[in-house]
């Protein structure tokens, strides 16, 4: 999958993953989006390292969407620690 794919799923993801992780991270929209990217990103790098995955993230399909998903959870958590521990 190309990185225009992976940047395209990572603003859904960034999206979906707000969805499912409500919270006071702040930062908007273009925040939300540029830590999905992110996300999808590492989901994908990380993704490729599960045995018997590593040739399943080469399009868009179910498994890439909830890699992507979890990626930028991963990342969206990061960032409101980060960001929390600023206040």
């Known amino acids: 999958m190309g990185i225009f794919s992976w940047i395209i799923l990572g603003i859904i993801a960034g999206a979906l993953a707000k969805l499912i992780l409500p919270g006071k991270q ?3 929209i273009i925040v ?10 590492l989901g994908g ?3 490729s ?4 995955l590593s040739n399943g ?12 998903i979890v990626g930028a959870i991963i990342v969206l ?8 521990r600023r206040r």
């Not at 390292?49 to 018997?52: A, D, E």
């Open 32 to 41: 939300t989006m540029i830590l999905g990217i992110v996300g999808a990103l």
């Open 57 to 68: 993230i080469d399009g868009i399909s179910f498994g890439t969407i909830i890699t992507s």
């Open 77 to 84: 958590l990061i960032y409101g620690f980060v960001v929390g």
């Open 26 to 28: 702040g930062g908007g």
């Open 49 to 52: 390292f599960i045995p018997g």
């Open 45 to 47: 790098w990380l993704g």
